[in-house]
Antibody
Framework: EVQLLDSGGGLVQPGGSLRLSCAAS????????MSWVRQAPGKGLEWVSGISGNGGRTYYAASVKGRFTLSRDISKSAIYLQMNSLRADDTAVYYC??????????????WGQGTLVTVSS | QSVLTQPPSASGTPGQKVTISCSGS????????VNWYQQLPGTAPKLLIYHNHQRPSGVPDRFSGSKSGTSASLGISGLQSEDEATYYC????????????FGGGTKLTVL
């Protein structure tokens, strides 16, 4: 059974940093791309970043490029989203999502339960 | 402002068919496949339709998808109360370095 366990969310001040983790199980991790998708309170879904199956390519939304870094550890079947220079508009539930293929183009066939990031002073 | 355009709301009565539209451009829907997600209140999104019209295992055939040019649509026939949710379309966009774009979501109300 595929499982994605998101963690690492919390309250952080503007300008601060946070690192999200997503632990995956139930599938051959290196064969599939992974992404983070976020949802601000009461708003729609926004794709944040994606990483290819072997970790060789990463993609970022314009809104986070230069501030967020996505990486994966194949040995631990996990991905990490390092978020720096956080702003109030980064406040959202962040979902880890598995792609159906090696490139993070979608579709996302499995999702984590989400972890809440709140950026506020 | 979402890159893909969806109506913010839709409604229907039990048993009816509803259609939700999704409009994009040549760099996203026009050149890549469309996926649809269903999000029930307070839960993570769930893949509903992928590659324009394919249904994952377990998704009832009441749900259908289609694509034409730079637009796509999701059809839900035999509407049921448990279909009340928010539906999102999504696609890869080839512009810049590439990224995934979502529609703003359509809140479906079953009257």
């Amino acid at each position: 059974e595929v499982q994605l366990l998101d963690s690492g969310g919390g309250l952080v001040q503007p300008g601060g940093s946070l690192r999200l983790s997503c632990a995956a199980s139930g599938f051959t991790f290196s064969n599939y791309a992974m992404s983070w998708v976020r949802q601000a309170p009461g708003k729609g879904l926004e794709w944040v970043s994606g990483i290819s199956g072997n970790g060789g390519r990463t993609y970022y939304a314009a809104s986070v490029k230069g501030r967020f870094t996505l990486s994966r550890d194949i040995s631990k079947s996990a991905i990490y989203l390092q978020m720096n220079s956080l702003r109030a508009d980064d406040t959202a539930v962040y979902y880890c999502a598995k792609d159906e293929a090696r490139s993070p183009y979608g579709p996302f066939d499995y999702w984590g339960q989400g972890t809440l990031v709140t950026v506020s002073s | 402002q979402s890159v893909l355009t969806q109506p913010p709301s839709a409604s229907g009565t039990p048993g009816q068919k509803v259609t939700i539209s999704c409009s994009g451009s040549s760099s996203n829907i026009g050149s890549n496949t469309v996926n649809w997600y269903q999000q029930l209140p307070g839960t993570a999104p769930k893949l509903l339709i992928y590659h324009n019209h394919q249904r994952p295992s377990g998704v009832p055939d009441r749900f259908s998808g289609s694509k034409s040019g730079t637009s796509a649509s999701l059809g839900i026939s035999g509407l049921q109360s448990e279909d009340e949710a928010t539906y999102y379309c999504a696609a890869w966009d080839d512009s810049l370095n590439g990224f995934v774009v979502f529609g703003g979501g359509t809140k479906l109300t079953v009257l």
